[in-house]
């Protein structure tokens, strides 16, 4: 059976793991040593493949190491990117299949944090990166409000279920944000209780559902009235749309 499980790396990152009794998948190795570790202590598991999101060095620093280790190993990475390091180029629309795992993920292009981001998805899982975090989203440094909101409007219309395997542990910090925004939703007020016991206990705060996020996440949010009023009074400016109250929303958690 394919699992998935997070290894921690830097200060706040995640590189997710896919694993089945023998073969494992490593999404955005960041840095090579909590990967290193982790397959010194299972050896009976042989990596066969990195799935990198964008080019970010917290993303794909250690690759180089990990492909030098690993000889068999691939990679799988955006088409167009600074990071060249692939064996396979990635472009919208595209689906990809190993059959170690009898598992396939779908390809999304998904520009906003940086031009070259996509996501891979499946009818479970999606790991997105740094696009979408829970209750929030990434900083925009190469993008526009206009594409990366184009961008979260994809991943909002996957299916509720789909468990969402976001690149940071930024959860709680997102909340205190987004409380400031959406102040009277009852369902982020529960949300925050749970998460500061599960980081009490030092435990991640993720996956989250896509379901949940669209319940809670103001930045998948923007297309409902109510968030743009009170995006509009925070921002002193009124937002009537989407790609305004993404570019408000972002702007005001940018000087938070
Ligand atoms: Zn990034």
């Not at 692939?86 to 396939?104: A, C, M, P, R, W």
């Amino acid at each position: 059976m394919n699992q998935v499980f997070a290894l921690k790396a830097f200060e706040d990152n995640y590189i997710w793991v896919i694993q089945n009794q023998s073969h494992c998948l490593i999404v955005d190795p960041g840095e090579s040593a909590p990967v290193i570790d982790y397959l010194n202590q299972q050896t009976q598991i042989t990596p066969v493949a990195i799935l990198i999101t964008h080019h970010h060095s917290d993303h794909v620093g250690g690759v180089q190491k990990l492909t030098q280790i690993y000889p068999n190993l691939k990679v799988y990475g955006p088409k167009d990117s600074p990071f060249t390091k692939t064996d396979y180029s990635l472009v919208d629309g595209q689906k990809i299949h190993f059959n170690e795992f009898n598992l396939s993920f779908d390809i999304c292009h998904i520009p906003g944090h940086t031009l070259d981001h996509i996501a891979y998805y499946n009818d479970d899982w999606l790991f997105c990166g740094d696009t979408l975090f829970s209750v929030g989203c990434g900083r925009m440094f190469e993008g526009t409000a206009s594409i990366f909101q184009h961008s979260l409007e994809k991943l909002r219309a996957l299916s509720d279920d789909t468990l969402v395997f976001c690149a940071h542990e930024y959860t709680q910090a997102n909340i205190r944000f987004a409380l400031t925004i959406d102040t009277d939703n009852q369902t982020l007020l529960n949300h925050a209780n749970k998460v500061k016991q599960l980081r009490q206990n030092n435990q991640a705060s993720l996956p989250t559902t896509l379901k949940l996020e669209k319940a809670i996440n103001p930045f998948i949010r923007t297309h409902i009235a109510s968030i743009q009023a009170q995006v509009s009074s925070k921002w002193g400016q009124v937002v009537s749309e989407p790609i305004e109250t993404f570019a408000a929303l972002r702007a005001l958690k940018d000087r938070f």
